[in-house]
């Protein structure tokens, strides 16, 4: 069998150490490879070669965590015999996201895993047996990142509001007479202290099986299978609060008299709190994923397609290859296509980052997501939903965002073991201030507020948030990180290589300089019947020299008998002339002397322009030169990156003395020319013995040392081999994307160093406190309630602090 991969949504992850679970329980199963699970999506990626979609899902269900499932129906066109159902049922179930396919004469029930396969796709996996179905409406359908995050925070909000309305007479009875002079007189005098009690009891009974029935039901089954996490903390904390509370009140006698207090606040305000910071928490979380949520906002939903006579509007995800779609002016462009009517301007900011709108013309390519301009457009589509660029850039961030940093596998370390460790320094902490004789009362207070304040939230989120964030603002600026490790090794660079042609330079050749070597042919006749020769080679420097010499309003010569000799020119015969075009060394073995111009072209080669010679007839008549020009932006990001004191180089395969000129001009002081492919592969690996190295290129020959490199750079407006090899990629052309990619993974790195050492500080420090063993308040240690109030606020500052990303400048 060959792998498959696929992506299970997982809602029941809460923190760092859930993430560690899910990938455990998956990478049990034998067959399994890889396992990537995503705290921020809420899902987890796998590959794997041998079980069923089913067994897997088995698998994380058994461990807590159980997938999100949808249920759909696919309707047949005809009825399907039994051998054909069977037939039906392999075929669905072949597909990794397919759990159970239950096939009827006129229908196929599909239980399958939500957001993984489209019920269309569905349809599309059993055409190949002869059977045409129509998808009914999705039973269960998925909604969107950002609809999933502000359901999430509007209940959390509702959450809230319902604890603090029940807490906050708990609160009242219970701390009033602390804070109001005269109230438990009061309270005495009217209800009387054992009602307060009991009214205590129900309100925070309310409240700890309502809104903070959450903690229970995910805190409590983690820590029957023996895998505690930060809500099993929770919910050890708040009904040992409650517990003993509802003990005192209920059954008095079986208690101590020195003994008899009530805890009820604190159980309620623990709840209050820890879902207060939730939900602060899920709000950030939203405008953090605000990158993904935009770019898929930029899909349209329907579009104009040509079907027989008519133009209907059908939903995008109905589109086909070949289809004929009409852009009406000021429309989205629904799927990436090839214009067949029409010329206008799309605005392709959404790709580029350009705010200059491109020109279209018949055959040229646009994509989809894109806006047009003020003319309609009609165009075969080419590429619909995963094929696009729009959804392979949307892939490309997603899969950055899930990605783990080699600093995540520390922290999924220390959290794997966090959890019981304090709850092993909870029992202690009780334990030895029972010993110490402070009293039942004073114990438990101490170990709860061990329990509360030590949940690694903070911890889990300090790394996944700071590259959610980053990433997401990284895809707003054109810069795609294909890979979340990249983000971590590109702050590490310390050299970066660049391929010359296509990267530092336009990659597009072009006439710059045209020198006559006698006065009885002009040089602009010598280039006309050079262009007539040329315009029968398809070298890049023979179109750079008929478009030279069109541009100058010259026709090229007819001509005839052209042929070209590898590596030196051409020769042929143009309006009766025989003509040598090419290298010195051509017109040498033409025994043609090339003295006259030698030093003009010395000159020209300094400049890193490459000489082109033309001999008529036997004699030498002119000196061209062709150069490809350097990108305006070329030098501002070798000065950026010397700044950032990362070393420059350029591998190229052109001329050594061009290459050099390049380099001179531009400011970088390393230089391998003259190499094909391996000899790039070869210069990187050197390069990688001195540190972390990045290589930017844009062209197929590329590709070798964009994977060799620790980190590959691609070109956006490169081949699509360059693109698929490299980690990041610059969807402009413009070369100082490097820096900004530079810059910016090093503000998610010292984002990420600040999180994770509040995180830690955070628990070192408050750990003791919460013990007793440190006294900073005065007491014998922190309330449950101070603790409490801290660990929410440690989650929410990691999360408004990697927010800062977002209004990053670069």
């Not at 990001?637 to 000129?661: C, F, K, P, W, Y």
Request: overall charge negative; charged content about 20%; hydrophobic content about 50%.
């Amino acid at each position: 069998m060959t792998e498959q991969s696929t992506r299970f949504i997982v809602d029941g992850m809460h923190c760092g150490a859930c993430t560690g679970r899910v990938e455990r329980a998956l990478l049990a199963v034998p067959g399994v490879s890889q396992a990537n699970a995503n705290l921020m999506a809420r899902n987890v990626t796998l590959v794997f070669d041998g079980p069923a979609s089913a067994d897997l899902a088995a698998s994380l269900d058994q461990a807590g965590y159980p997938i999100a499932e949808a249920e759909t129906v696919l309707a047949l066109a005809r009825e399907a015999s039994p051998e054909e159902q069977t037939a039906l049922r392999e075929a669905l179930l072949a597909h990794p996201a397919i759990l159970q396919a239950t096939p009827a004469p006129r229908e196929i029930r599909i239980r399958y895993a939500q957001g993984a396969i489209a019920p269309s796709e569905m349809v599309k996996l059993i055409a190949p047996l002869g059977i045409t179905a129509t998808a009914r409406k999705d039973e269960s359908p998925l909604p969107d990142r950002a609809e999933k995050q502000e359901a999430e925070a509007r209940k959390l909000r509702r959450d809230v509001i319902l604890s603090a309305v029940l807490t906050l007479p708990v609160f009242v009875l219970a701390m009033g007479s602390h804070l109001i002079p005269g109230m438990h007189h009061l309270i005495e005098a009217t209800i009387g202290e054992r009602v307060s009690w009991v009214i205590q009891l129900v309100l925070t009974t309310a409240v700890l099986f309502g809104p903070g029935k959450v903690f229970l039901d995910l805190g409590l089954p983690a820590l029957f299978r023996r895998s505690p996490e930060m809500n099993s903390l929770v919910a050890l904390g708040a009904l040992a609060a409650w517990g003993y509370s509802t003990l005192v009140t209920l059954l008095p006698f079986v208690v101590p008299e020195a003994a008899r207090g009530v805890y009820f606040e604190a159980a309620a305000t623990i709840v209050t709190l820890i879902l207060l910071g939730r939900w602060f928490e899920a709000r950030a979380k939203g405008r953090a994923g605000e990158a993904i949520s935009r770019l898929v906002g930029l899909r349209p939903d329907t579009a104009r397609v040509e079907r027989g006579d008519q133009i209907i509007d059908l939903p995008v995800a109905e589109l086909a290859a070949g289809d004929l779609v009409h852009l009406p002016p000021g429309a989205r462009v629904a799927a990436d296509g090839i214009v067949t009517e029409g010329e206008g301007w799309i605005d392709e900011s959404m790709l580029t980052g350009e705010p200059a709108p491109v020109a279209k013309t018949e055959g040229t390519a646009i994509t989809g997501g894109t806006v047009n301009g003020t003319v309609p457009l009609v165009y075969r589509v080419t590429a619909t939903g995963p094929e696009t660029v729009l959804a392979r850039i949307i892939s490309m961030v997603e899969e950055a965002q899930g990605g783990k940093l080699p600093v995540q596998a520390l922290v999924d370390r220390v959290t794997r073991v966090f959890v019981p460790v304090v709850i092993a320094l909870s029992v202690l902490t009780f334990l030895i201030w029972l010993i110490a004789g402070q009293g039942f009362t004073h114990a438990m207070v101490a170990g709860i507020s061990v329990m509360i304040i030590a949940c690694p939230c903070a911890m889990g989120l300090a790394t996944p948030v700071s590259i959610l964030v980053g990433t997401g603002r990284a895809a707003e600026m054109g810069l795609l990180f294909r890979r979340g490790d990249a983000l971590q090794r590109l702050a590490e660079v310390k050299t970066v290589a660049f391929d010359k042609t296509g990267t530092l330079t336009e990659g597009h050749p072009t006439l710059t300089d045209l020198i006559a070597a006698q006065d009885s042919l002009p040089a602009t006749e010598a280039l006309r019947l050079a262009a007539g020769i040329e315009a029968r080679s398809e070298h890049p420097l023979a179109q750079a020299i008929v478009t030279g010499a069109e541009a100058r309003g010259l026709s090229p010569a007819a001509a005839r008998r052209v042929r070209s000799q590898t590596g030196r020119g051409l020769t042929g015969e143009a309006d009766g002339h025989q003509l040598v075009i090419g290298n010195a060394a051509a017109l040498a073995e033409a025994g043609i002397a090339t003295d006259a111009l030698r030093t003009e072209a010395e000159a020209l080669a300094a400049k890193g322009k490459t000489p082109i010679w033309v001999a008529v007839d036997g004699e030498l008549v002119a000196l061209m030169a062709v150069s490809d020009p350097i990108k305006p932006q070329a030098g501002e990001v070798v000065q950026a990156l010397n700044r950032a004191h990362v070393e420059t180089a350029m591998i190229s395969g052109d001329l050594e003395r061009t290459a050099q000129s390049v380099a001179q001009g531009l400011g970088i002081t390393r230089v391998v020319a003259g190499v094909l492919p391996d000899g790039k592969v070869a210069a990187i690996e050197e390069m990688k013995a001195k540190g972390t190295t990045a290589f930017v290129g844009d062209g197929i020959n590329d590709a070798p040392a964009l994977a060799a490199a620790d980190i590959g750079i691609a070109i956006g407006t490169g081949t699509d081999v360059a693109i698929e090899t490299a980690e990041v990629v610059l969807m402009q052309g413009d070369p100082r994307g490097v820096g900004q990619a530079v810059r910016l993974s090093r503000a998610v790195m010292r984002n990420i160093r600040q999180n994770l050492f509040w995180a830690f500080a955070y628990n070192v420090a408050l750990i003791p406190v919460a013990m007793g063993v440190l006294k900073p308040f005065g007491g014998p240690g922190m309330s449950p309630l101070l603790a409490a109030a801290a660990m929410a606020f440690s989650s929410t500052f990691v999360v408004a602090n990697a927010l800062r990303l977002r209004g990053l400048k670069l």
